[in-house]
């Protein structure tokens, strides 16, 4: 009797499949056929051919080593096919056999879900074999299945957008609900653990979208379920589930941001202009809309309030955030006033006037922001708060830098305190000193964040840019902040924007300031937690 190979039996069933396929009709008709083949008449035949003594053994074992041979030859689509027979003949009925083709699955489904063109595929079938495997099964098959879940939950959440962020969120918090009502009560540490990070995991889904009160609910729930376990057992990981939801209380109660304040001087000016020339349009068809202004604000609104749910579930759950502080005008420079302007002939009584740049530390801005999420001061008097359209076709601001938050005079250093705290790293963009960012240097160095900071130089503002200028008066150039400058002292790293910019993806410059995001991001949830709590507390004192 020849010797047998298992690579040579897999290439002639996957050969005997491809036959199929080619003289059928219709493939799923061919795949019908050969799969009544492959789970009915091939059993007997595994077995003869001697991968291993018992039949439904050799036969799964044969089975299994030709989704790996699909894998290797690149039919991740196949190898899916073949994985939900196996799981449909084997995983419902229990045992060693179920055991060991519900691990491979497990494994296999939740790999080829990250990739797009088998995300749909992979995550119905991985939700049909929960499904398929009797609850209250042998411990090993539990966890497995719980393993399952907390995969379909991750899944969910894969490959979200603007459109459907929410619902997927939900999807996501939905399998969490399913894993706690399964094991919230098991007495296997291992489960008991799991059901504890799955909780975690769903407080910080509710507050993406922005569910705070559910995400409090779920985190005081956790204290009340496993506090006592996490002391009696010493159980280091559930103790380190029960401290997150702690800091996370301690967070939603004490981390606030203040509502937004928004100086609409500018706007105002450009709806008594619309009116008055006719460029008015209340259906909004030619001109400016009846709600042009109440439309920003709103929209600033929900930016705002969406930045500082960011914020909070950054501090609740330790993942990284850049903090951007910088000079407003390097944005752009607005202004708005009933003073006829003497330099230049106006029209009519209004005067405002709005100056737009980009300058190469707005390019490096853009390249940030697609690594890494970036939470911003706004500029309250900018002319549309910086979100509307003309903005985004001169400058191109990327989407991700519109994380605005428009906080109020009055006690705005106080907010920034808790930013500076709560960012990983900060970048501080500036070209000129005013008495705004030397009080956020001074603030950074106060609570030892130099180190972790970033200040990316830029050319002053040209002073006839100024509002000074446009309200007819003569401009005095702002006082530039060079490397040298005594404000700049304790900083490490000062850079000039013109030096740094580039195209290249692989920019030393950008890898350097996020390659302490990379790395906290692959570091536990409970090792996360404390350097936040550690940063928190310094701020607070």
Not at 88 to 109: C, D, N, R
Not at 264 to 292: H, I, K, Q, S
Not at 449 to 477: C, H, M, N, T, Y
């Amino acid at each position: 009797m020849p010797e047998f190979d298992m690579q040579t039996t897999a290439d002639n069933i996957l050969a005997r499949w491809d036959v199929a396929r080619q003289q059928a009709t219709r493939q799923t008709d061919a795949d019908a056929e050969f799969r009544d083949w492959l789970m009915r008449t091939f059993p007997a035949l595994a077995h003869e051919l001697g991968p291993a003594p018992d039949e439904d053994l050799a036969h799964c074992t044969t089975v299994a080593a030709t989704i790996e041979r699909c894998i290797s030859l690149g039919r991740f689509d196949d190898s899916l096919i073949l994985t939900d027979w196996l799981v449909g003949l084997y995983a419902p009925h229990g045992g060693s056999l179920a055991l060991q083709t519900i691990s491979g699955a497990v494994g296999l489904y939740r790999d080829a879900a990250l990739a797009p063109e088998l995300n749909a595929h992979a995550t119905e079938s991985l939700r049909r074999m929960v499904d398929l495997v009797p609850r209250g099964a042998e411990t090993e098959t539990e966890r497995l299945i719980c393993w399952a879940l907390m995969g379909l939950s991750t899944i969910r959440a894969l490959g979200r957008d603007t459109h459907n962020h929410r619902q997927r969120t939900r999807e996501s918090i939905e399998v969490c609900d399913e894993i706690i009502e399964r094991w919230e009560s098991s007495s296997d540490t291992w489960l008991r653990s799991n059901v504890a990070a799955t909780m975690v995991n769903k407080a910080i889904s509710h507050m993406e979208i922005g569910e705070e009160s559910a995400a409090g609910r779920t985190y005081a729930r956790i204290v009340e379920l496993f506090a006592v376990d996490s002391a009696e057992t010493g159980n280091s990981t559930l103790r380190e589930q029960v401290s997150t939801a702690r800091h996370a209380l301690n967070v939603l109660d004490r981390v606030s941001i203040p509502l937004p304040e928004f100086k609409t001087e500018f706007l105002d000016a450009m709806m008594r202009e619309a009116r008055r020339t006719g460029r008015y349009d209340p259906e909004g068809t030619t001109g400016v809309t009846r709600d042009d202004d109440v439309q920003h604000i709103r929209l600033a609104g929900q930016i705002h309030h969406a930045t500082a749910n960011l914020v909070r579930r950054s501090a609740c759950s330790g993942d990284p955030v850049v903090l951007l502080l910088r000079n407003f005008d390097l944005t752009e420079t607005s202004f708005a006033s009933s003073r006829r302007n003497q330099i230049f002939e106006q029209k009519g009584p209004e005067n405002y006037v709005r100056t737009i740049r980009f300058t190469n530390g707005q390019r490096i801005l853009n390249q940030l922001a697609e690594i890494t999420d970036i939470v911003q001061v706004a500029n309250t008097k900018a002319a549309a708060f910086g979100i509307d359209s003309q903005i985004d076709s001169l400058v191109g601001i990327h989407m991700k830098l519109k994380r605005f938050l428009y906080l109020p005079d009055v006690g705005w250093l106080d907010t920034v305190r808790v930013l500076i705290a709560v960012a990983e790293r900060i970048v501080v963009w500036a070209g000129e000193k005013t008495p705004a960012l030397l009080q956020e240097l001074e603030l950074i160095e106060e609570l030892g964040r130099a180190d972790d900071s970033v200040v990316i130089l830029e050319e002053p503002v040209d002073p006839f840019g100024k509002p000074e200028f446009w309200a007819g008066e003569v401009p005095q150039p702002g006082e530039a902040l060079t490397p040298g400058d005594p404000a700049m002292t304790g900083f490490p790293v000062i850079v000039r924007a013109d030096d740094v910019v580039s195209d290249d993806p692989e920019n030393a410059f950008l890898r350097e300031l996020t390659s302490p995001i990379v790395d906290l991001r692959r570091r536990p949830v409970a090792e996360r937690v404390a350097w936040m709590r550690r940063r928190l507390d310094a701020a607070w004192g």
